[in-house]
């Protein structure tokens, strides 16, 4: 299957300070990306979708302003944490689809490893 | 909120088939059904999705009911790298978006 890279894999931080994290798709473009946060034993919760050239779309409840998103490329997609604190510790996770074929495209998502970030 | 119910957990005997049972009874005629997995801290990893008929591939087979408002994952011969946490989803129509579920966090046993 196609691959997505995140970077970094583990970050440690510390308060008050921001960090950003990298989704790169490797083989493939990907004109939308999505991130994700879970929290330990938790399922993954979507926080926002990122459109390339454009602003991305943030689920409810996600502050746009705490978490940016930037999407400058259609194999590049990145988050940064800002203002970091220690509740923002958790596994950030991003995807990418394939462009579809046709408006009722049916091509999977695929993730990258996650990255565990730590505030300290 | 997720589109999908599964039992939160099974076991399974190494080498015997796995069934894991999903409930997406609000699903639409064009929404797909897309099966994952989850080893721990990793991120997920695709199995198989589908649409209205059964679907096979390398690791998995599909098994949609003809109503679609329910599936089966079912991994022929369980092996111990296959304990994970197994995730239905059903897209949310028109927007490429996934909302996960619990999931099943299946144990295959020894």
């Known amino acids: 299957g196609a691959v997505v890279s995140q970077h970094p894999s583990r970050v440690i931080c510390k308060s008050g300070t921001s960090v950003k994290i990298e989704c790169r798709s490797l083989?493939?473009?990907?004109?939308?990306m999505f991130w994700y946060r879970q929290f330990p034993k938790q399922s993954l919760m979507l926080m926002a979708t990122?459109?390339?050239?454009?602003?991305?779309?943030?689920e409810q409840g996600v502050e746009k302003d705490k978490f940016l998103i930037n999407h400058a490329s259609l194999t590049l997609s990145t988050l940064t944490v800002t203002s970091a604190h220690p509740e923002d510790s958790s596994f950030y996770i991003c995807s990418a689809r394939l462009t579809p074929l046709s408006p009722l495209g049916n091509t999977e998502a695929f993730f990258g490893q996650g990255t565990r970030l730590t505030v300290v | 909120d997720a589109k999908t119910t599964q039992p939160t957990s099974m076991d399974c005997a190494e080498g015997r088939a796995a069934n894991l049972p999903c409930n997406h009874s609000t699903i639409s005629g064009n929404e797909y059904v897309y099966w994952y997995r989850q080893i721990h801290s990793q991120g997920p990893q695709y199995i198989i999705h589908?649409?209205?008929n059964n679907e096979t591939n390398e690791m998995a087979s599909l098994i949609i009911t003809e109503d679609r408002k329910s599936s089966t994952l079912i991994l022929p011969h369980a092996t111990l790298r296959d304990t994970a946490v197994y995730y239905c989803i059903v897209e949310v129509s028109g927007t490429y978006k996934y909302i996960f579920g619990t999931g099943t966090r299946l144990k295959v046993l020894a």
């Open positions: 990122s459109n390339e050239g454009s602003k991305a779309t943030y």
């Open positions: 589908g649409l209205k």
């Open positions: 083989d493939f473009q990907a004109t939308t």
